[in-house]
């Protein structure tokens, strides 16, 4: 059974930072690229950031290029997304997902092959 767990959300100060994390159990994690996505309320969910298999190649969001950086761990079964110089606008729940292939853009969900559950993250301005 494929489980997909994250974890770091919380409140904070606008300016402020958080790093997310995503443990996967359950598949062969190296075999998936990986991607967050975030769905603010009354919002569609949109993709912020994927990274590659093994190379480590990224996409990114443009309103996150330059504050938010994606990156995993395959020793460990593990995605991050550090989050830097948060704002308002960026309040959130998050997700993690599995992906079934990657693009030279910012994820979608018809690439997701599995989800986590999702972990908010507020921003106070």
């Known amino acids: 059974q494929v489980q997909v767990v994250e974890s770091g959300g919380g409140w904070v100060q606008a300016g402020g930072s958080l790093r997310l994390s995503c443990t996967v159990s359950?598949?062969?994690?190296?075999?998936?690229?990986m991607g967050w996505f975030r769905q603010a309320p009354g919002k569609e969910r949109e993709g912020v950031a994927s990274?590659?298999?093994?190379?480590?190649?990224?996409n990114y969001l443009d309103s996150v290029k330059g504050r938010f950086t994606i990156s995993r761990d395959n020793a460990k079964n593990t995605l991050y997304l550090q989050m830097n110089n948060l704002k308002a606008e960026d309040t959130a729940m998050f997700y993690c997902?599995?992906?079934?292939?990657?693009?030279?853009?910012?994820?979608?969900?018809?690439?997701?092959?599995?989800w986590g559950q999702g972990t908010q993250v507020t921003v106070s301005s």
């Open positions: 359950g598949l062969t994690f190296d075999a998936y690229p």
């Open positions: 990274i590659s298999r093994r190379d480590g190649s990224t």
């Open positions: 997902a599995a992906l079934n292939w990657i693009l030279p853009r910012p994820p979608t969900s018809a690439q997701v092959a599995y």
